[in-house]
């Protein structure tokens, strides 16, 4: 049972528009999540995260929004630069500090 | 300040036969984790390190696998003896504290059993 869910495998963007991650999760008890990116023979690398008690938190081109009555988080980036090219994963947390990881988004910025 | 080192970054073995993985966390960092990381999915715990205690091992198949931390810094995962389905990306994580989401990944090992 996957209790964190990616459900889009790829994405595709033009250069300067916005990308739009999407990830859902089932655990109740989740109290954090991060997002994590990943380029190809690298190992993931934290871009930002928020609390279960916050709905946004913004760091740059980054914004990670939290809908806990949904269950569900977006990770916004603007604008996309084709730098940002890599697989994004999703991970959340419950009091143990444990992350749980969803299957990651492959993200394509296009010139 | 130097990252999470793996070595080999990459090896070959045969069925059967037995494989070690190397992890050196980030200096100060007492927490250390290892993932497994299949084609196409997240990373998956397999087992976490305060110091030099496993205090979360339940994810380690421990019929064929085995990790050790002695000094609470370096840590070996292993593998005897290898299958198929073992072949993945194995991950070293490592925080500064116990109680800190934010985890530190290594490049990975990426295993391949033919």
């Known amino acids: 049972d996957q209790q964190v869910k990616q459900n889009s495998p790829s994405l595709s963007v033009q250069e300067g528009r916005i990308s739009i991650l999407n990830c859902d999760y089932t655990n109740s008890m989740f109290d954090y999540f991060l997002w994590y990116k990943k380029y190809p023979a690298e190992g993931p690398t934290f871009l930002i995260s928020i609390s279960s008690i916050k709905d946004k938190n913004e760091d740059g081109r980054f914004t990670v929004f939290l809908n806990k009555s949904a269950k569900h988080l977006s990770l916004h980036i603007v604008p996309s630069q084709p730098g940002d090219s890599a697989v994004y994963f999703c991970a959340a947390s419950a009091p143990s500090y444990q992350l749980t990881f969803g299957k990651g988004t492959k993200l394509s910025v296009i010139p | 300040e130097a990252g999470v080192v793996q070595s080999p970054r990459y090896k070959i073995i045969e069925k059967k036969q037995p494989v070690a993985f190397w992890c050196n966390p980030i200096?100060?960092?007492?927490?250390l984790y290892w993932y497994l990381q299949n084609l196409g999915q997240g990373p998956e715990l397999l087992i976490r390190y305060e110091n030099e205690e496993a205090v979360d091992d339940s994810q380690l198949p421990k019929d064929r696998f085995s990790a050790e931390r002695l000094k609470g810094v370096d840590s070996t995962l292993k593998i005897q003896p290898a299958e198929l389905g073992d072949s993945a990306v194995y991950l070293c994580a490592s925080t500064p504290l116990r109680a800190s989401y934010e985890q530190y990944f290594g490049p990975g090992t990426r295993l391949t059993v033919t």
């Open positions: 200096s100060g960092h007492n927490t």
